[in-house]
């Protein structure tokens, strides 16, 4: 019998919890729901309104259980991807070492479950139905709040050793700069996440510094947020554009060393802060073009990210198609 076409993506976040139904085939996603986290009230409470989010998502899109193949759950941080366990979730309050996720949801709703980072995810999403589904080799870079990636090497998503690969903003840029979240000093991510770009704005404001950062606030700088910074730049503010400027070379610095190191065809770039434009890009482009000498950089191409927010449930969905499809292997494609 041929393999369901339509299967449950879930992207597990820090706050929301989002499902859908999505056709692997076309990329059309059905059903779409979204609930609160709450972590704080632990794993077990935030697995069982799991199990009912995806049970809503089934019969909303009009499907029976026997019509679905399976679910991909995309979870923010380190996970054991043969046993299906979260080990390390960062951004969710609670114990979340060693959680049997996929046992647990497998058993509430009885398809079989299949885990990966949701920036993983996010990226097969985007080679399979976005920015590079007509590309074979990529790098993926989501900016937010952190700045997670991944990559795509002759066409396969790349997992590396438990799917550690593509930690793009755990680079290091500057061995003596600041320390970073996961134990480093010096990463990507501590010179051009959503909080970096904050913290460049706030320092501007406390040094004095003639900007309309804090006018946009009201001068509440616990309002500052990179897209205040945006708003202010786009309305021509030397201070904000200068800010953009840096993240974005830094960040060009980053996909510089990407590009030398795999020679991609294709960049995307995605994630709330991406959402900046060119104002970004064309730093990261500028800073790109002036660092890469050995890779042929105009072939490369530095695109954003198409599949907005659903770029992580419709890429877990796929994952878990394909992990059904080569039996319980990793590696795919095959
Ligand atoms: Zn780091």
């Not at 060009?252 to 970004?280: C, E, F, H, R, Y």
Request: aromatic content about 4%; hydrophobic content about 45%; overall charge neutral.
């Amino acid at each position: 019998m041929a393999q369901p076409v339509h299967f449950i993506g879930v992207d597990l976040g820090g706050t929301t919890v989002t499902a859908a139904a999505v056709n692997v085939i076309s990329g059309q996603v059905v059903g779409r729901h979204q609930i609160p986290t709450l972590a704080k009230e632990g794993h077990d409470a935030v697995m069982a309104r799991m199990a009912g989010l995806i049970h809503t998502v089934i019969s909303d899109a009009g499907l029976s259980q026997a019509d679905v193949g399976g679910i991909g759950i995309g979870a923010p941080g380190m996970l054991d991807l043969e046993r299906g366990l979260t080990l390390f979730l960062p951004n969710l309050p609670g114990a979340w070492r060693n959680v049997p996720l996929k046992a647990t949801i497998e058993a509430k709703v009885g398809l079989p479950v299949y885990l990966l980072n949701d920036v993983r995810s996010f990226t097969l999403g985007e080679k399979t139905f976005g920015a590079g589904r007509d590309v074979d080799t990529m790098a993926c870079l989501a900016i937010g709040t952190g700045i997670g990636g991944g990559l795509v090497i002759n066409g396969q998503l790349h997992l590396g050793i438990g799917g550690t690969a593509g930690e793009v903003g755990h680079q290091i840029i500057d061995p003596y700069g600041p320390p970073c979240g996961c134990g480093s000093r010096g990463c990507l991510e501590a010179f051009a996440s959503g909080p970096a770009i904050t913290a460049m704005a706030l320092k501007a404001i406390t040094q004095g510094l003639t900007t309309s950062i804090g006018e946009i606030v009201s001068y509440d700088l616990n309002k500052v947020t990179p897209e205040v910074v945006y708003q202010a730049a786009q309305a021509g503010d030397p201070i904000a554009r200068d800010i953009y400027e840096r993240a974005g070379f830094y960040i060009g610095i980053g996909v510089a060393n990407l590009i030398t190191i795999l020679s991609p065809q294709m960049v995307v770039i995605g994630g709330g802060v991406a959402k900046a434009g060119d104002l970004l890009f064309d730093p990261i482009r500028r800073a790109a073009r002036e660092r890469v000498h050995v890779t042929p950089i105009e072939k490369v191409q530095i695109v954003p990210a198409q599949l907005g927010t659903d770029a992580g449930l419709i890429g877990v969905a796929v994952w878990a198609s394909l992990r059904l499809r080569s039996g319980q292997a990793l590696r795919f494609g095959d």
